[in-house]
């Protein structure tokens, strides 16, 4: 007769979810607002090449720290998205939300990275620059962080927002309104073929900025139980 070991029961690990996510968030929102002080007098998409070159010469120096305020605003971001999805798993969402909500905010902070790539060659243009050649990084560096960001940018709302209704995550009001932010996201991608909608491009920005902070505030570590 052989004697076995007594078995020792294996100890469960709850889910980790990551660091706090408000924490990347308000480092993305800083850098942000930083960004768009140092570049509050940047011209339009409509002005034309001779205004755009001669604002590239004027203010290189405001060029080119805009472009690293806004690459170091897209790392907090990627950050955030990946917090979020870690989290939102270990609540136990298994829905595609979780997966928008990461692919939404890599991409977003892909093209802050683009946007910022334009404006620093922009900040280096010489004498001999041409004025096509300004306008043309301007119109990139718009599309790049503008329509292109607002419309991936709702993708990280939105994919927070529905599992946050669905699953009673966040407070129905801040889901909602999270959702409408998304929808008008998606609605200003249209700005590259209407002018009049690249007006929603700061309420996207600004009100996403608000609307993330708030998410990441209230977000919960782990799931309530519901008792019967």
Known sequence: ????????????????????????????????IAYVVVNRSTPHPDATALDVLRYDGDHAGALKLGAFLMLGSAVPLAITSAVTYR???ALGITAPGSAIALVGGALAASTLMLSAMFAWTAGRLGADSTPALAKALADLGFVAGGP????????????????????????APLALIGLALALVAEVASLGLL???????????????????????????????????
């Open 148 to 171: 292109a960001f607002a419309t991936l940018f709702g993708l990280l709302v939105a994919g927070i927002a529905v599992p946050g209704l669905l699953a009673r995550l966040l407070p």
């Open 194 to 228: 209407v002018r009049a909608l690249t007006y929603l491009l700061p309420i996207v920005r600004f009100g996403g900025l608000i609307w993330l902070l708030a998410a990441a505030a209230v977000l919960p570590l782990h799931r309530p139980r519901r008792t019967a």
């Open 1 to 32: 007769m052989t004697a076995t070991a007594p078995e020792h029961p294996t100890p469960t690990r709850r889910p980790q979810s990551g660091p706090p996510l408000w924490l990347p968030a308000t480092v993305f929102a800083v850098l942000t």
């Open 87 to 89: 989290r939102l798993r």
